[in-house]
């Protein structure tokens, strides 16, 4: 969506689709919001406020959203004065529940929806699910997925995931488990996160240092991006700047373990620098050498190096943003500041701001 700021004319368009069996209903809405988060299983949610359109009453969208299977699509972009529209997929949803009210003031229509790895969460293991060791991990992921939700999409290759498990993987059963939980848990002992991406295909992204790449977007002084407000506040709780990964499972004679810190002097979060050592520890099975304990924890060290901040911009939201982007942001002085992005709250209403929970890294 790069080229859409620098359009003389543009209208903010939003769009949400109902997908039930083989039909597809546009529906309205009047606002709302749609939230990714890395930091979580299950990254993206929604907010929806509906409105009635094309002869769609509330009632029969409300009837609608509460059919057994339907997934909702929502999209944000621009409509362009060439009559063009650039969109971008926000997410594939499931809605939560609705609730539908009619009084002497009118009727409303709103749902809170959660994107389609709930389908996966919610089929929980009857019986304890098993994966061989020396399973290339993609097949797994991809089996296991499948399993518990059959229409599932996904992108897991041996060319974009690699690894092969180490060691045999047994998931619990009963009302506690959580398919999800361990299709990520199981990913994320390779450095990998799992997640569906904003169009619903599930992919497994290898988490990298934030300072890698160009930035996806900066936010600039101007008429492209005017950033008027800028909220800043550091919870010192959840700031890491080392990982201790060790591997206790039953593939391994004995504990193995790998370390990874901040090693970089010019970093707020720099080893030996005034904030010391302050490392997070990870344990998983599946970790049966040093060097597979190595690699995890300096995957894992990506996801928290920096310090973690509360950035809000007063500027039309760019809808193509995601956690795990690099943006360059400018401040009051003109000196510009990087940060990877962990939480990206997208508004689906005209004149609302998009906020984020990002972490400042060295560039």
Partial sequence: LAECVTAPVQTVAVECVAYSGTAAVA????????????RRAVMRDAALDFAPAGGLSLEEAYELLVTPGVELAVRRGFALADGTTLMADLGRF??????????????????????????????????????????????????LLL????PARHALTADLVPETLGAQVVTEAGDGSDPWQDACRLAGSFGYALYPDPAGTVVAKAVQAPTAGAPAF??????????????????????????IATGEGTGTDAPVRGEAWDENPASPTYRYGP?????????????TTVDQ?????????????????QLSWSAAAH???QPFDT???????????TYVLDCVTIPLGIGETMTAVAREVTA
């Fill in 218 to 243: 900066v936010f600039a002084r101007g008429s492209t991006a005017i950033v008027t407000e800028h909220t800043r506040s550091s919870p010192l709780a959840r700031t890491y700047n080392g990982v």
């Fill in 27 to 38: 529906l309205s809405l009047a606002g709302g919001s749609v939230t990714a988060d890395g």
């Fill in 319 to 321: 809808p193509g943003l």
């Fill in 94 to 143: 499931v809605p939560d529940e609705p609730q539908w009210r009619r009084g002497a003031t009118g009727e409303s229509l709103q749902t809170t929806a959660t994107d389609i790895a709930v389908k996966v969460q919610r089929a929980r293991w009857s019986d304890p699910y098993v994966i061989a060791a020396g399973t290339p991990l993609a097949t797994a992921l991809a089996e």
């Fill in 275 to 287: 904030f010391g050592q302050v490392p997070c520890f990870y344990s998983s099975p599946l970790l």
């Fill in 327 to 337: 943006v360059r942001v400018e401040q009051a002085d003109g000196s510009m500041r």
């Fill in 147 to 150: 399993d518990r939700y059959p």
């Fill in 293 to 309: 304990c190595e690699q995890a924890a300096a995957k894992i060290l990506a996801t928290c190096l920096g310090r973690v901040e």
